[in-house]
């Protein structure tokens, strides 16, 4: 499976984007997904989660009724719409595969996408 990130830019806070994620590869769509995140000198961090069939979703604390991760099957994309961005979800933004495992771990992740940088001005 391959990712290919996209979307990112700089933003004024308050502002929104929406950030993509294309898979390829056959069996890419019995992955479950998410999106993380790189702030300068920090861990990278879980922001969302999608099971592989959309039922199921999940996010962290900080991103909880700003943001929304979804996913079109037949187009093979995942997608983060972030709102009401805030200059401390300025990083570099990840989307990431796993067949299975604890969703919030890095080590759990199977394929990443090369990462796209969000700045959020205030």
């Known amino acids: 499976v391959q990712l290919q990130a996209s979307g990112g830019g700089l933003v004024q806070a308050g502002g929104s984007l929406r950030l993509s994620c294309a898979a390829s590869?056959?069996?890419?769509?019995?992955?479950?997904c998410a999106w993380f995140r790189q702030a300068p000198g920090e861990e990278r961090e879980f922001v969302a989660g999608?099971?592989?069939?959309?039922?199921?979703?999940l996010y962290t604390e900080s991103v909880k009724g700003r943001f929304t991760i979804s996913r079109d099957s037949a187009k093979n994309t995942v997608y983060l719409q972030m709102n009401g961005l805030k200059p401390e979800d300025t990083a570099v933004y990840y989307c990431?595969?796993?067949?299975?495992?604890?969703?919030?771990?890095?080590?759990?992740?199977?394929?990443w996408g090369q990462g796209t940088q969000v700045t959020v001005s205030s």
């Open positions: 990431a595969a796993t067949r299975g495992g604890n969703w919030y771990f890095v080590r759990n992740y199977e394929y």
């Open positions: 999608i099971s592989s069939s959309g039922g199921n979703t």
């Open positions: 590869g056959r069996t890419s769509s019995v992955y479950n």
